[in-house]
C-alpha cells in the first residue's frame, strides 16, 4: 500500500514540475515567411492579367478641351427649341413635340397621345436628348440620330416622305393633325375650335407637296423641295456665332442694328 502511494506522490510531483517549467518558458521569435505557394500543374505562377482601360477614356471622346460640344450647347441655348418652344403645353398631340420626353415617347410608342388624359409630366423643352443618343453607349456613338425613318406624314393617310437627314425636324415640323379634314366638292365643315387647321409648322407638308388643303389645281412644290437634307442643309449651315446656323437653327439675325441672312447654306444648296 506504501509502495502504491508514492508512485502516486512522484506521479504528482513529476507533473507539477512540468507546468513550472511551461509557465517559465517563453516563444520565441517567428520564423521567416515561407515561399508563395504556385498555381498550374507544372508549379509555375499564371501570367499578369491585361491592364484595364481607364474610366475616363471614352468620355473624353466627346468631353473633350476642343471646345466644339460647348459651342454646340451654346448655339442651342439660344434656339427657339431652348427659349421659345412652349414646352409647358405638355398634354396630348402638344405634348408630342413641345417636350423632349413626348417626341421620344411618340418615336419609340410609349407615349400614345391621342389617349383620354394624355399627359408628359415634369417636361423638358427639346435638347440634346432629343435628337441624339446621349449616354447610351460613352462613345461618339452617341450623336447619333434618335430616328432616322421617313416621317410619316399627318392628314396623308399615312404616306411618307423621304427629308435625308432632316427626317427627324421632320416628325414635328409638319402641319398637326386636322379632324374632320376637308374634301374638294365635299360636306360643309363645322369648325368649333381656335386651332382647326394644320397650325403653325406645315413646313415638313410644304416641301413634300402632302398634307395641305388642295381646293383646287396648279399648286407646285418650290425649289426647296430639291435641296438635299432639306432643312438642315440651310437651318443647321455652318454658323455665325450663337445668332444663327449651327444648332440655333436660325436662318436670320440682327448684326449692328440690321437684319442679316445667312448665306453659309445657300452655297452648299447650290
Known amino acids: ?19 513550472i517549467m511551461a509557465s517559465c518558458t517563453k516563444e520565441g521569435p517567428a520564423g521567416p515567411a515561407g515561399k508563395d505557394g504556385t498555381n498550374g500543374t507544372n508549379g509555375t505562377d499564371g501570367e499578369d ?24 450647347e451654346n448655339q442651342w441655348a439660344h434656339s ?15 405634348a408630342r413635340c413641345h417636350t423632349s420626353q413626348g417626341f421620344l415617347g411618340y418615336i419609340d410608342g410609349s407615349y400614345d397621345w391621342e389617349a383620354d388624359g394624355a399627359f408628359v409630366p415634369n417636361p423638358n423643352p427639346p435638347n440634346c ?15 447619333a ?15 411618307t416622305y423621304d427629308f435625308g437627314s432632316a427626317n427627324l425636324c421632320a ?12 374634301v374638294e366638292d365635299g360636306p360643309d365643315l363645322a369648325v368649333t375650335s381656335s386651332r382647326y387647321g394644320v397650325h403653325h409648322g406645315p413646313q415638313a407638308n410644304s416641301i413634300a407637296g402632302m398634307g395641305l388643303f388642295e381646293p383646287g389645281t396648279g399648286y407646285y412644290n418650290s425649289a426647296h423641295s430639291s435641296i438635299e437634307n432639306a432643312c438642315v442643309t440651310c437651318h443647321m449651315a455652318e454658323p455665325f456665332g450663337s445668332q444663327a446656323g449651327g444648332h ?13 441672312v445667312l448665306h453659309s447654306g445657300c452655297l452648299v444648296a447650290g
Open 1 to 19: 500500500m506504501k509502495k502504491v502511494n508514492l508512485i502516486y506522490l512522484l506521479s504528482a510531483f513529476l507533473l507539477g514540475a512540468m507546468l
Open 49 to 72: 492579367g491585361i491592364n484595364g482601360t481607364d474610366g475616363t477614356t471614352t468620355c473624353i471622346e466627346c468631353h473633350s478641351s476642343n471646345q466644339v460640344l460647348f459651342a454646340r
Open 80 to 94: 427657339v427649341h431652348a427659349i421659345g418652344g412652349n414646352y409647358e403645353r405638355n398634354e396630348g398631340e402638344c
Open 129 to 143: 436628348y432629343t435628337c441624339h443618343q446621349i449616354h447610351e453607349t460613352y462613345t461618339p456613338a452617341d450623336l
Open 145 to 159: 440620330f434618335t430616328t432616322t425613318a421617313a416621317p410619316e406624314l399627318q392628314n396623308t393617310g399615312g404616306q
Open 171 to 182: 416628325n414635328c415640323h409638319q402641319g398637326r393633325t386636322v379632324d374632320p379634314f376637308p
Open 248 to 260: 440655333t437653327m436660325n436662318i436670320a439675325y440682327e448684326y449692328h442694328g440690321s437684319t442679316e
